[in-house]
C-alpha cells in the first residue's frame, strides 16, 4: 500500500515551453501533497504544499507564476513548469503524507527534467 | 522555520566497519526524525524513523539514537556492507497532521569491499 506515482519519469523540452508533471496517490487518498526540488548533489528542497480543492502553499523564494500546481482531485496533483529555461533542469519529487497520524511521507519515484 | 544540519557530508568505510552520521535541528517542537536513503536518480527511501517520545530505535544494522535535550539524533549503521553507499539524509518535522519535512543536506556513504 501507500504508493505514489509520478509522470513522466523523464522529460526533455526546449528554453520557452510549459511541462507538466502528474504526481498520483494509487491506493489511498491525498488531501495534501508536497512537490520538491532536487538538484544534484544537493538536498531536497521543498517548493510548495498542494491542497487538494485550495491554492497551494508556496515556499519562499519559489514563484508561483512559474510553478503552477493544481490539485483537482483526492490522488492527483500537478506542477506545471511554465516558460522553462535551463536553470530549471532538475529532479522533482512528489510525496504525500500517510501512516499513523499522516506523519511519513510517501515519495514518488520523481520526474527528471532537462531544459535545453 | 526548521534547520537541520547533517555531518559528515562525505564518508568512506571499509566493508564491516560501522558508520555514524549526525544531525542537529533547531525547532524544539519538531518531534518526528526519519532518516532516508536515496540511490542515484531514485526516491528517498525511508530506512529508519524515531518519535520523540523514545531516546532509541534499532532494526538489525541500522540503529537511530535522538537527545531532545541538546537537539541531535543520529544514525547508526554496523557491519556496513557495499551495498549500503548512497547519500543518507536525515529530517525533521512535528509531528501534527501534515507537517512539512526539513532535510538535512545529506551524508554520501562509500563502503569499499
Known amino acids: 500500500g501507500a504508493v505514489v506515482s509520478q509522470h513522466p519519469s523523464w522529460v526533455i523540452c526546449k528554453s520557452g515551453t510549459s511541462v507538466k508533471i502528474e504526481c498520483r496517490s494509487l491506493?489511498?487518498?491525498?488531501?495534501?501533497m508536497f512537490w520538491y526540488r532536487q538538484f544534484p548533489k544537493q538536498s531536497l528542497m521543498l517548493m510548495a504544499t498542494s491542497n487538494e480543492g485550495s491554492k497551494a502553499t508556496y515556499e519562499q523564494g519559489v514563484e508561483k507564476d512559474k510553478f503552477l500546481i493544481n490539485h483537482a482531485s483526492l490522488t492527483l496533483s500537478t506542477l506545471t513548469v511554465t516558460s522553462a529555461h535551463p536553470e530549471d533542469s532538475s529532479f522533482y519529487i512528489c510525496s504525500a503524507p500517510g501512516g499513523q497520524g499522516f506523519i511519513e511521507q510517501y515519495f514518488g519515484p520523481g520526474t527528471r527534467l532537462t531544459v535545453t | 522555520g526548521e534547520n537541520v544540519e547533517q555531518h559528515p557530508s562525505t564518508l568512506s568505510v571499509q566493508e564491516g566497519d560501522s558508520a555514524v552520521i549526525k544531525c542537529t535541528y533547531s525547532d524544539s517542537a519538531s518531534n518526528y526524525f526519519p532518516w532516508y536513503k536515496q540511490e542515484l536518480g531514485k526516491r528517498p527511501q525511508l530506512i529508519i524513523d524515531i518519535r520523540s517520545n523514545v531516546g532509541e530505535k534499532k532494526d538489525q544494522r541500522i540503529a537511530v539514537t535522538l537527545n531532545k535535550t541538546a537537539k541531535h539524533f543520529s544514525l547508526h549503521i554496523t557491519e556496513t556492507q557495499p551495498e549500503d553507499s548512497a547519500v543518507y539524509f536525515c529530517a525533521a518535522s512535528r509531528s501534527s497532521g501534515y507537517s512539512t519535512l526539513t532535510f538535512g543536506k545529506g551524508t554520501m556513504l562509500l563502503v569499499s569491499p
Open positions: 491506493d489511498f487518498q491525498a488531501t495534501t
